[in-house]
């Protein structure tokens, strides 16, 4: 039964959502020919670069649902081969490979790739991709480099063919509700939005103790070539769903940060807080940690009429509607007036204080994904169609921009702007 | 100081009294909740409110029993058969 809502959800508004994230002009696709377009019965097939821990679980992902979308995995890739026997042992009948570019020569028995590499891997594998004919879903953030982010925005847009990066958050049906609550006014005025995303935990993977020059390999995301720590793990999804509250970029952002705990040789921050402001004065603030869980995550958009919690579902009004009182509470309140009149006992009124919390109310009845799942749907109809869906890329690749502007502000201190050559509006024109 | 005692018959009737009043109190309820339209976990959410109406209740049987047997007293009724009779 919840699947089958969870579905019937998907097919009535979550495509139809997509209207919802064109915060950006209508994408102009550049293409020149359009490719093969598959029918619908038609199998899509997929390669995986990179089965680590998250390419692991969207082969699985695919393995178990896949058939829903007609999707199949039919090739892995990874350099190092205890991850790629893992996943090679879960779906047997895919080809494997060592090197991506041995993968993209059999490119004609695909019809997307995706990439699963860490941070610092993503551009190369994904302009390859591209510019074999593939389209790509690549995992956020886009890349460690303004440069190398920017250059697969250019391949994406020279080539035509979609490129999806992993903010599941825009496919997940709370967050396409809570937008649509935040477009339609509901929240009215949007002046604040605030996010967080706090843990406990060193955020070490085991490095195989007789291998220890694997450490920058396995844990790359703690040294700075290879990432910007909790801002591209973490903060790049609350960036983009800011943006897209917003509809907009910011205009600038300010940051701070410290290894303030985790003193272990890691070079990236355990402790960072970032704003971002947006030309209409909205303020974007951000924090994130690693030692302290309490407040797990978050995202607040906060309205003068209403707040969304996207993480947790929850609505709130400014002005909730009047509370029934209990039906014992109402029996007191007739009698005092029916039988006693108007005359105040002690007081104007004898009802004890009762506490009138607003617990506020759910943003979809039922919060059962949180649009990991979701955005093969997405990639299929992208596949299927043979072009990106407009508007979702310019998500994507703001919010990886942004993050990285994040870093440089933190890194410097000062107050950083998007310097004007990485604006891809350009290529919308 | 003398030591009050109050006999187990005594005991027994202000139970019964208290029951009855509980037993009232969750009528009330259940009334309240059908004549207001609220919700039926009110029976359980409003215990607590319910107990203490049921403590009112009884209170004011305590009073009505003392007033009955005021007037009783006065008007020297008395429910034992006077003596010779
Ligand atoms: N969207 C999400 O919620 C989410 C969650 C987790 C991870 N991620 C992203 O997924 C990506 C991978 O993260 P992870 O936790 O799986 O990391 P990981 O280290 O577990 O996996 C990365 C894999 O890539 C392989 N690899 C490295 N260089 C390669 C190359 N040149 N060719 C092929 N394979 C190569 C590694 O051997 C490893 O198996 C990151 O970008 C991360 O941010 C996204």
């Not at chain 1, 979550?14 to 377009?37: C, D, Q, R, W, Y």
């Not at chain 1, 890739?77 to 879960?90: G, I, S």
């Not at chain 1, 935990?201 to 450490?215: A, G, S």
């Not at chain 1, 990285?404 to 050559?421: M, N, R, Y």
Request: charged share 25%.
């Amino acid at each position: 039964m919840l699947e089958q809502n969870r579905r019937a959800f998907l097919r009535n508004s979550l495509l139809a959502g997509t209207a919802v994230l064109t915060p950006f002009s209508l994408m102009k696709l550049l293409a020149g020919e359009k490719g093969k377009i598959i029918s619908p019965n038609d199998k899509i097939h997929v390669g995986i670069i990179g089965t680590g821990s998250r390419g692991h679980h969207l082969a699985y992902l695919i393995k178990e649902y896949g058939h829903e979308i007609g999707m199949e995995v039919t090739a892995l890739c990874d350099v190092y081969q205890p991850h790629l026997d893992h996943t090679h042992a879960m779906i047997p009948e895919a080809k494997t490979y060592k090197d991506h570019r041995k993968m993209l020569e059999d490119a004609r028995e695909l019809d997307g790739v995706i990439i699963c590499t860490p941070l610092f891997v993503h551009a190369e594998p994904t302009i390859d991709a591209l510019e074999t004919g593939l389209h790509v879903l690549c995992e956020k953030a886009m890349e460690r480099t303004l440069e190398a982010t920017y250059a697969m925005a250019e391949a994406h847009y020279r080539t035509g063919k979609a490129l999806h990066i992993g903010h599941q958050r825009l496919f997940d049906p709370k967050f396409l509700r809570g937008m649509n609550k935040v477009y339609e006014g509901d929240l009215g005025k949007v002046t604040q939005i605030r996010a967080f995303w706090h843990r406990n935990n060193d955020w070490r993977r085991p490095v195989p103790e007789d291998q220890p020059e694997l450490e920058r390999f396995i844990n790359w995301r703690l040294y700075r070539d290879y990432s910007c720590g909790l801002l591209t793990e973490l903060a790049s999804h609350h960036i983009q769903v800011a943006n897209w509250v917003k509809k907009d970029i910011p205009v600038d952002v300010r940051g701070t940060g410290s290894i303030s705990f985790w003193k272990d040789g890691r070079e990236v921050e355990d402790n960072v807080a970032l704003i971002f402001t947006y030309k209409d004065g909205t303020q974007f603030i951000y924090d994130s940690m690693i030692q302290n869980r309490r407040h797990g995550l978050e995202v607040q958009v906060l309205g003068h009429k209403g707040t969304l919690e996207l993480e947790t579902n929850n609505f709130f009004l400014e002005d909730p509607p009047p509370q029934k009182p209990a039906g014992i509470i109402q029996l007191l309140h007739d009698l005092e007036e029916n039988v006693l009149g108007k005359v105040p006992i002690g007081s104007s009124s004898w009802d004890p204080e009762v506490a009138m919390t607003y617990k506020g109310e759910p943003i979809v009845p039922e919060n059962l994904t949180d649009g990991t799942w979701e955005q093969f749907t997405g990639f299929a109809k992208a596949i299927r169609e043979d072009k990106p869906i407009p508007g979702l890329f310019e998500e994507g690749y703001y919010g990886s921009i942004w993050t990285l502007l994040g870093q440089q502000a933190i890194d410097s201190g000062k107050v950083i702007q998007i310097p004007k050559k990485y604006n891809i509006s350009k290529f919308l024109m | 100081m003398r030591d009050l005692i109050i006999p187990g018959n005594r005991i027994k009737t202000e139970l019964k009294f208290l029951l009855y009043c509980y037993i009232a109190a969750n009528i009330a309820n259940i009334y309240a909740i059908i004549r207001y339209n609220t919700e039926w976990i009110e029976l359980i959410t409003w215990q607590r409110f319910v107990i203490f109406i049921a403590f009112i209740f009884y209170a004011i049987t305590i009073v009505l029993r003392i007033l009955i047997w005021s007037i009783k007293k006065l008007t020297g009724a008395s429910g034992k058969a006077q003596p010779g009779n």
